[in-house]
């Protein structure tokens, strides 16, 4: 498969779903908010597990 026939499907799978792609209950707050809350406590998981320093 050369690059430009995988480019070419690429962008033909990509024009297919382009009708949003988001859920309607989703809210992006929500969603940033989650994420970041669960790096905030893995970080803090973590710098509690490190007692080399």
Same mark, same amino acid.
Request: hydrophobic content about 45%.
């Given at each position: 498969?050369?690059?430009?026939?995988?480019? /070419?499907?690429?962008?033909?799978?990509?024009?297919?779903g382009? $009708?949003? $792609? /988001?859920?309607?209950?989703?809210?992006?707050?929500?969603? $940033? $908010?989650?994420?970041?809350?669960?790096?905030?406590?893995?970080?803090?998981?973590?710098?509690?597990?490190?007692?080399?320093?």
């Amino acid at each position: 498969m050369s690059l430009n026939s995988a480019a /070419q499907s690429l962008v033909s799978l990509a024009e297919a779903g382009h $009708g949003g $792609g /988001q859920h309607e209950s989703l809210s992006p707050y929500l969603t $940033g $908010g989650s994420a970041l809350f669960i790096l905030l406590l893995l970080l803090w998981i973590t710098t509690r597990f490190n007692r080399d320093r």
